[in-house]
């Protein structure tokens, strides 16, 4: 009697870890797909991000008597930081504009600032 509990036992216990071993694989499979989802999704907003920046570069260049050549664009998610400077006020509010226009852009961080030749 006491030989077929101690079996029962030592099988059940052989259960029991396996079945956790079981578990450990999914849970480590999940962990590994959503890394990978992750990284996925990063790049994707990355190459988002990439495009939307080259819109407003484009859009920049665009606008007659704006002279972005100084201007640097910086996007993440939908919000558009401009950077640089500018040879007078009135193009940076025109960068700002232009920026603005673009479909996607849900906000502009203008830090533009006026940018004398030589400095």
Do not use: C, F, W
Request: charged fraction near 20%; avoid cysteine.
């Amino acid at each position: 009697m006491k030989v077929r509990a101690l079996l029962v036992t030592t099988v059940a216990a052989a259960s029991l870890s396996t079945a956790s071993l079981g578990v450990v694989n999914s849970a480590s499979a999940a962990d590994a797909a959503s890394a990978i989802n992750e990284s996925n999704s990063k790049k994707l907003m990355r190459v988002n991000d990439h495009a939307l920046s080259h819109s407003v570069r484009k859009s920049m260049t665009r606008v007659r008597g704006l002279d972005s050549s100084h201007i640097n664009v910086l996007t993440r998610g939908s919000t558009v930081t401009l950077a640089g400077t500018v040879p007078d006020r009135s193009q940076i509010d025109s960068a700002a504009a232009a920026a603005e226009s673009v479909t996607g852009v849900s906000k502009v961080d203008n830090r533009l600032t006026v940018g004398y030749p030589g400095h």
